[in-house]
């Protein structure tokens, strides 16, 4: 039963012409599905659509081949062709009563164009702006240029309508959409109509939502998503003239949907980004308009939730990270099994798939973006075979998930763990710093196992070959995990180190148990990810000089792919 705390958070909502069935927003977030895997995210979509979501949108959807973002991977409506793709992913997400909703992006100067080799276009003649660098500039859009962008967005607005979207939102956020670069004095230099006042920099905005308002009619609900601050300081489009602009324009869209900067600042992984992070931002723009405003900031809390809503701060909760961790979160709240929830511990290893151009992954649920190609379900397991009992080893994150999927399906299950706790590697790594809510991982199983009687955990479990076949387990599962190399062996180094032996060596592993070495510590990373700096922080804060050796040209350098190498 739902704890009447939270029945705020299952008002229906009117945006437009359309009424969500309850405040749960998912705001459009990549999967590194897109276009190539059209069937993998629209089950992934239907899959939230099951778990109560009143608002589920698609990723960015390139809305014309003059703008396009390869190597990245994600929607196209580029023509008619596109449109059956889409609209079964409108019909998943329609299935269980969600509103489903498309961003429409049209990249202007961070779109490179490597696939169509078109010249890019944007508000000015600037270099292209990508994560990869790429040696591209962009011309100076003029006005016929401008007229046929308005005129492939009718046609844009037109084809998502015809794929069956309740909602359209036209994409201006973390510097990605054309919109924010006519937006902004940073990327708009022009002297024209549009250019100059905030007023004509906002032109173009207008025009469009006016002219797709048009092109849908009383159908679809139009919204706009804006970044909150460049945060470049006045050079570009800062937060007060943000609030400028929407007081300017109050009525103009259906709804609000605002963002932090660039992608970097509005989804920090939780090492450098608490729960809410963006609400002295976004706190009081409700009351520069009368249309509903959604924000984000990887809330997991229910009772952030509310919070939200009942101090005027937000008229949806707009989730992207933590739909993917748990895409029945809304239904779990309203049926009261709040302790059920897989919390989104914020590591941000499903924005690696966008950037490795790969399929997105979740650390705390495994079956994201697995829904169609394994036929996976987050919440339902396949029933057991012939076969009862299963014995595991190791009562890791693999371990500990391994008992939780197996316990669900009826098997009887021994869960043997060499030491005295559960969660391996992340109950150690989650007192190291800034990785906290990483713990998570281990709480969430940690609760369901205690759930089950036919899950039993042994402790102080150290198990040899023969110990293992002597119980007779009909099935045995291994999930021992790994250790640290001592002996500096790695990427850049294939044979051992010559190491002088009074040198004292120190593993993560052992950092991890307690001996933290003082004094000056070279610290050698060929890891490339987290565990490296965050060791180096955790010396230093202990009062080590510590010097960090990485052969790469970048510390932590895989970690530009979680967003967080600029804030390491």
Known sequence: MRDPRYDILFEPMKIGPVTAKNRFYQVPHCNGGGYRDPSAAAEMRRMKSEGGWGVIFTEQT??????????????????????????????????????AGIQLAYSGINGPNLYTKEVPRGPSALPIRTFTNDPVQARAMDKQDIRDLRRWHRNAFKRARQAGFDLV????????????????????????????SLENRSRLMRELIEEGRDAIGDACGLTLRLSLDEMIGELGFANSEVRDM???????????????????????????????????????????????????????????????????????????????????????????????????IGCNICITGDMTMSISRCTQNPTFMEEWRKGWHPERMQAKGDSDSVLIVGAGPAGLEAARALGLRGYQVALAEAGTELGGRVARECLLPGLSAWGR?????????????????????????????????????????????????ARAHVVPMPIDAAMPVYTPDDLMDGKV????????????????????????????????????????????????????
């Open 62 to 99: 390139e809305m014309h081949h003059t703008s396009e973002i390869t190597p990245f991977i994600e929607l196209r409506l580029w023509d008619d062709a596109d449109i059956p793709a889409l609209a079964k992913m409108a019909k998943a997400m329609h299935e269980y009563g969600a509103l």
């Open 246 to 344: 929407i007081e300017m324009h109050a009525e103009l869209p259906d709804l609000w949907d605002l963002a932090h900067g660039a992608w970097e600042d509005c989804s920090g992984p939780s090492r450098f980004k608490e729960e809410a992070a963006q609400e002295s931002l976004v706190s009081g723009i409700k009351k520069l308009t009368s249309k509903p405003v959604v924000g984000v900031g990887r809330f997991t809390s229910p009772d952030v939730m509310v919070r939200m809503i009942k101090s005027g701060t937000l008229d949806f909760i707009g989730c992207a990270r933590p739909s993917i961790a748990d895409p029945f979160l809304p239904k779990k709240v309203e049926e009261g099994r709040i302790e059920d929830i897989r919390e989104c």
């Open 441 to 489: 991982v281990r709480d969430y199983r940690q609760y369901q196992l205690s759930q089950m009687p036919n899950v039993d955990i042994y402790f102080e479990s150290r198990l040899s070959a023969d110990d293992i076949l002597s119980f007779g387990f009909q099935n045995v599962a291994i999930a021992t995990g790994s250790t640290w190399r001592r002996d500096g062996v």
């Open 517 to 568: 070495p003082s004094g000056n510590v070279v610290l050698f990373d060929d890891d490339h990810y987290y565990m490296g700096g965050v060791l180096a922080e955790l010396m230093a804060r202990q009062g080590a000089k510590v010097t960090l050796v990485t052969p790469s040209a970048y510390i932590s350098d895989w970690t530009r792919n979680t967003l967080e190498q600029g804030a390491i």
């Open 169 to 196: 939102c036209l994409y201006g956020a973390h510097g990605f959409g054309i919109i924010q670069h006519f937006l902004s004095t940073a990327t708009n230099q022009r002297s024209d109509e549009y250019g100059g």
